[in-house]
């Protein structure tokens, strides 16, 4: 089955603790990316990757790092998470390209003390 | 002005009846468009393309008006299913990426 899977679907933790939240997807996508979303404001995004080792900003990286080693794999860590990072995140993937569609995980609900 | 804009609604409709929503973008170079879907704190889901002749799939019809800058989602013939909050996306010229929309949410009623 085609999917994007994200790790873990809930957390909650404390200021200054790192962690980091795992993406995956089993369809051969080259691009992905990681979004938060908090009332109000919509789905924003926080960086993407265009290929393997090819990651760039989106509109709100600050506190966030990211890598891609492997295609399938998109990780986002959070060096020292603080409280204003808690919120619902999402990891997408689409074939090409961001201007495609692209397929969401299940989400990952991080709160921060 | 933001990138994408929506009326939040919610919009209260009853079973059966015509919806439509409107969305407008403010990047005239944008070249990609979509609506998607989302349940309550779900992941967000492809309801489908957005071409520029229209386009429609089923009881949805989606139409972009490049000159002014929207587009619209109608939904006929409503069902308790279609609750949702449904994204209007553009795609970011240069950016590689895709803006989203906040939001509007519909609920259909019995």
């Known amino acids: 089955e085609a999917q994007v899977t994200q790790n873990p679907r809930y957390l909650i933790t404390v200021t200054g603790k790192k962690l980091t939240v795992t993406c995956s997807q089993n369809m051969n996508h080259e691009y992905m990316s990681w979004y938060r979303q908090d009332p109000g404001l919509g789905l924003r995004q926080i960086y993407y990757?265009?290929?393997?080792?090819?990651?760039d900003k989106g509109d709100v990286p600050e506190g966030y790092k990211v890598s891609r080693k492997e295609k399938r794999n998109f990780p986002l860590i959070l060096e020292s998470p603080s409280p204003n990072q808690t919120s619902l995140y999402f990891c997408?993937?689409?074939?090409?390209?961001?201007?495609?569609?692209?397929?969401f995980g299940d989400g990952t609900r991080l709160s921060i003390l | 002005r933001k990138e994408v804009e929506q009326d939040p609604g919610p919009f209260n409709v009853p079973e059966g009846a015509t919806v439509a929503f409107n969305c407008t973008y403010s990047?005239?170079?944008?070249?990609?468009f979509f609506w998607y879907r989302q349940d309550c704190r779900k992941e967000p889901k492809l309801l489908m393309s957005?071409?520029?002749s229209g386009n429609e799939d089923g009881r949805f019809t989606a139409q972009l008006n490049r000159a002014s800058q929207y587009i619209s989602l109608l939904i006929r013939d409503s069902k308790l299913s279609d609750s949702a909050t449904y994204l209007c996306?553009?795609?970011?010229?240069?950016?590689?990426?895709?803006?989203f929309g906040s939001g509007t949410r519909l609920q259909v009623q019995p």
């Open positions: 957005v071409y520029s």
């Open positions: 996306v553009v795609n970011r010229e240069g950016r590689r990426a895709l803006t």
């Open positions: 997408a993937s689409s074939f090409q390209g961001g201007n495609q569609p692209q397929h």
């Open positions: 990757s265009m290929n393997v080792e090819v990651t």
């Open positions: 990047n005239s170079a944008s070249q990609s």
